[in-house]
Structure formats: C-alpha cells, structure tokens
C-alpha cells in the first residue's frame, strides 16, 4: 500500500467520474472497480478509468485487492455504506456529508479511529491556497481585528429536475446538509466553532410538491455574525458564488464556490503590505490613497489607526475554476494517502471535520422557520 493505493468506486455520478479522473492523475493510485444501481454508469465511469464493473457493492467490499472505498453515492445512503466498508476493513473517503445525521457521522469517526481506518469526507476546500492565505491573514491580523462576513451562493437548478434526489429532504437533508457543509467547515477552520443563532428556509410554491429552494442561516464566530446564503433557482450561465470578510482595516472577497480570485482591500502599513503582496507576486494593486508623511492616523472603533497606504490587491481568475477544483481533489487524497501510509502525518481534514460541519449543519436544518 506504501506505492500503491487501489481503490473502489460506490457511485458513478458525473462527479464521481470528474474524481476518479482527478485520483488516477497521482502516480500509484489504481482503481479497480466502480459499482452503482444504474450499470449504464458504472460501466461508463468503469470504461473511462480503465477499470471493472461490480453489480454490487458488496463485491467491492469484499475484494481484498480494494484498501480504500470511495462514496459518492446520494447523501441518504452515505451512512449504511461508509459503515459496511469500514465494517469490511477498508478505509473510506465519503463524498459530502457525512450523514443526514450527526449521531451517525460521530458512530463512523469513532469507529475508524478505533479500528485505525481512515474516514474522512471530502471537504476539499482547506486544500486551496486562498484558504490557507486568508487563515494567515485573520491569524496575524493584518487586516485587524474580523467583525462580519456572508457567504453568498447563487447557484444553479438547471439540472436537478423535480424528481431529482436533492429535492427531497429525506434523501439530502435538505440543503444546509447537504451542500452547505463546505461552508461552515470553511469558516471554523478559519475562526473556530460557531453558534447558529438563525436560519430560514424558503419553499418554491409555483411546483407542486413544493420544494425548498432557498436557505439562510447566521452563525456567531466568537462575538462577529456571518451570513450564509445558498439559493438553487437559476439557469447555469447565471451561477455565481461570494464570500466576503469585514475587519476593522479592510475587507476580503472570495469569489466561486470553489475560490479561484480574490480581492484584499485594506488600509496597510508597508510592513503588512509586504506581507500579503509575497503571497500574490502577481496580483494586481490598486494603491487608491498614500498620506503625506510618516502615515496617516485614522480612527476605527475608538481606536487610532495607522496606515501607508489604502489600496486594493487583486488575484486571480475564475475561469481557472475547474482546474483548481481538480488540483483540490488531488490535494485532499495525496494527504489522506499519506496518514494511511504513516498515521504520524498531521492531515488538514479527518472525521473531525465531518462531524462538526454536519452538526451545525443539522442544527440550522432543525431550527429553521419555514415560508
């Protein structure tokens, strides 16, 4: 297993062939079989990855060549086929979430963990290099202190049909389960766990069942709200992410789901603007005031404030979406590999993470107030 991770495929969705694409991009990674109730797709995904077609499951959990069942099946089915496999002794990486309910995410972590498995579920983005610089940034305060933020997903119905999984609540969760996971792990990587203090779902009555369409939730990081918003009722051409951050100095933009571009506008000393720009060496900067003198002292939250310079940095381009995307997925499986191979190695995401998004997760799915 040292130099080679085989690996076998429960689901065969459009995602789970953009996955295992990505995984076979990694030298030493071989995947030998994919399973999914509708044969016509696991003999497509099968035929694009070179790999065998099971009927079953159980087939894959029972061959002894597999180390590693990956999951990207529909989120209801998530808990029963991560436990089987790690019942069978595989390790697992499970698409998100990691259950419809916390409890169940808990029973699975515990349980890996017991068993020395690994099982974790994909929440990719801690992996992204913007990620890990707007950590460095709130860390070392180079903005100042975090004071609000929103998280803003415009997304796109264009190919969930109305009889579509996501639709219906016991097979999603609904949708801060099932897709707004990715959002809440963001944050508290970044500022700690949250306290939920609202959420609201909004239906589409013009269909008939109605279906939830829209979600917001608002979450306290220590003493500073963030707002998440996850809407799915426009064409595709249409669909747009941003997540913005507010601190005392300046402000930060991520844009896309998966982010690609990023926007830093902020009073700066040299000093911090040398900070930041050696991490975008080929940003675009906007130097928008320079004060005369040895700096400018302002005020903010009846404290003074000193700066150089007020500009904007810019970086990035979200047409690179999709290639950063695949570059995240790689990431995530080269570090779970490697605590596989050495369980020493420190991992940016393990169950943790899929039990304590899916928590707060759940727990905006059971406060919400419905219209």
């Known amino acids: 297993m040292n130099n080679q991770l085989t690996i076998g495929i429960i689901g065969a969705g459009g995602f789970a062939a953009f996955a295992a694409k990505a995984f076979l991009k990694i030298d030493g990674i071989r995947i030998k079989a994919v399973t999914d109730v509708n044969l016509s797709f696991a003999h497509h995904v099968a035929g694009e990855v ?122 999603s969760g609904g949708i801060f389960i099932e897709h707004g996971v990715h959002f809440f792990d963001m944050f508290e990587g970044w500022f700690g766990p949250g306290k939920l203090v609202h959420a609201m779902e909004i239906a589409r009555t013009t269909v008939s069942p109605p279906v939830t369409d829209r979600v917001q939730a608002v979450v306290l990081y220590n003493d500073s709200p963030v707002n998440f918003y996850h809407g799915f009722n426009q064409p595709k051409v249409l669909d747009s992410q941003e997540l913005r951050l507010q601190f005392d100095r300046g402000d ?84 779970q590999w490697a605590w596989i191979r050495d369980p020493s190695h420190p991992r940016k995401i393990d169950g943790r993470n899929a039990v304590e998004s899916l928590r707060i997760a759940e727990e905006a799915s059971l406060m919400s107030k419905f219209y």
């Open 50 to 171: 070179n790999a065998l077609v099971y009927e079953g499951y159980e087939e894959l959990l029972s061959d002894t060549e597999i180390d590693l069942i990956y999951i990207a099946t529909p989120p209801y089915l998530h808990y029963a086929q991560s436990k089987q496999a790690l019942l069978a002794g595989k390790h697992v990486i499970c698409e998100k979430p990691a259950a419809l309910r916390t409890v169940e995410a808990e029973e699975l972590s515990a349980y890996a963990r017991s068993r020395g498995l690994l099982y974790t579920v994909n929440l990719m983005q801690r992996y992204n290099s913007l990620y890990a610089t707007v950590k460095t940034i709130i860390d070392d305060k180079w903005l100042g202190d975090f004071v609000h933020g929103f998280f803003d997903n415009y997304a796109s119905d264009e190919k969930l049909v109305p009889d579509h999984w996501f639709w219906n609540r016991e097979q």
């Open 252 to 335: 930060i933009t991520l844009y896309e789901w998966v982010p690609v571009k990023i926007r830093i506008h902020g009073l700066f000393t040299k000093d911090q603007f040398e900070k930041i720009s050696h991490h975008f060496p080929s940003a675009s900067i906007d130097v928008i005031e320079t004060p005369t003198g040895q700096g400018q002292h302002i005020t903010g939250k009846f404290k003074d404030i000193v700066y150089d310079a007020l500009m904007t940095i810019t970086s990035g381009d979200i047409k690179d979406k999709m290639d950063r995307y695949e570059q995240l997925v790689m990431s995530m499986l080269e570090d």
